[in-house]
């Protein structure tokens, strides 16, 4: 009984962070996550993960050389798995593994210098990334952040992904008024009163409408911390 329960809250907390995007444009074509067990580029199934959960991650895709990259999560439930997929003329695609992480964590990805970098959520005192050249995955130099910093930007991560609902409500034909977080699920809701403020809750507000109205995620995480995170 012990187990089964463990493993559902495993599930839930996996399900909860990942990202509200189904499409994302490249310049080969629009690939697609919206069955959640396979990755296609438009009717071409180009990844797949055994019977594991598969998630766009973001809402664009990065251009490095002749290659469209996207970010992508997946997992059973007990372990959250991220991977780059790189799509080339013709639609060839080629993936790379950059790990598994325990359910929970959230991954950023941001052009820098040429290279692809993917900052992963706080673990303990050390926030992880790595760089992507459009051939290679190597790990970048980590940083030792203050406590309270980390625990801030890891607030601010969970805060974008309680947006998510706000998404969701405008895909499910919400008016889009008012205080949308009065009417979030309840694993939205209890987690953002537990971050009573770390938050500018005007800020949020006005966001989640935003999001709401577009059907999606806009601004990116960034611009989204420099606004509504305390």
Same mark, same amino acid.
């Given at each position: 009984?012990? +187990?089964? =329960? =463990?493993?559902? =809250?495993?599930?839930?907390?996996?399900?909860?962070?990942?990202?509200?995007?189904?499409?994302?444009?490249?310049?080969?074509?629009?690939?697609?996550?919206?069955?959640?067990?396979?990755?296609?580029?438009? +009717? &071409?199934?180009?990844?797949?993960?055994?019977?594991?959960?598969? %998630?766009?991650?973001?809402?664009?895709? %990065?251009?490095?050389?002749?290659?469209? #990259? #996207?970010?992508?999560?997946?997992?059973?439930?007990?372990? =959250?798995?991220?991977?780059?997929?790189?799509?080339?003329?013709?639609?060839? #695609?080629? /993936?790379?593994?950059? *790990?598994?992480?325990?359910?929970?964590?959230?991954?950023?990805?941001?052009?820098?210098?040429?290279?692809?970098?993917?900052?992963?959520?706080?673990?303990?005192?050390?926030?992880?990334?790595?760089?992507?050249?459009?051939?290679? #995955?190597? +790990?970048?130099?980590?940083?030792?952040? /203050?406590? +309270?910093?980390?625990?801030?930007?890891?607030?601010?991560?969970?805060?974008?992904? %309680?947006?998510?609902?706000? !998404?969701?409500?405008?895909?499910?034909?919400?008016?889009?008024? *008012? @205080?949308?977080?009065?009417?979030?699920? *309840?694993?939205?809701?209890?987690?953002?009163?537990?971050?009573?403020?770390? %938050? &500018?809750?005007?800020?949020?507000?006005?966001?989640?409408?935003?999001?709401?109205?577009? @059907?999606? @995620?806009?601004?990116?995480?960034?611009?989204?911390? @420099?606004? !509504?995170?305390?």
């Amino acid at each position: 009984m012990k +187990k089964t =329960l =463990l493993s559902l =809250l495993l599930g839930l907390l996996a399900a909860c962070h990942q990202a509200g995007a189904e499409t994302i444009k490249t310049r080969y074509g629009v690939v697609s996550d919206e069955d959640r067990i396979e990755l296609r580029l438009g +009717k &071409k199934t180009i990844y797949s993960d055994s019977d594991n959960t598969i %998630y766009l991650q973001g809402s664009s895709s %990065y251009a490095l050389q002749d290659r469209d #990259v #996207v970010l992508v999560s997946g997992g059973g439930g007990v372990s =959250l798995r991220f991977a780059l997929i790189a799509i080339g003329k013709g639609g060839s #695609v080629k /993936k790379y593994d950059l *790990g598994d992480f325990n359910p929970g964590t959230s991954a950023i990805a941001k052009l820098e210098n040429g290279q692809l970098r993917v900052t992963f959520s706080a673990e303990g005192r050390k926030q992880g990334a790595v760089l992507f050249d459009g051939d290679k #995955v190597r +790990k970048a130099s980590e940083k030792r952040a /203050k406590p +309270k910093t980390n625990a801030a930007l890891e607030d601010c991560h969970w805060l974008y992904k %309680y947006a998510d609902s706000c !998404v969701d409500a405008g895909e499910q034909g919400s008016a889009c008024q *008012g @205080k949308l977080s009065d009417d979030f699920p *309840g694993w939205s809701s209890r987690g953002m009163a537990e971050r009573q403020g770390s %938050y &500018k809750e005007a800020a949020f507000n006005q966001a989640c409408r935003s999001f709401c109205q577009a @059907k999606r @995620k806009t601004p990116a995480f960034d611009a989204f911390a @420099k606004r !509504v995170c305390v």
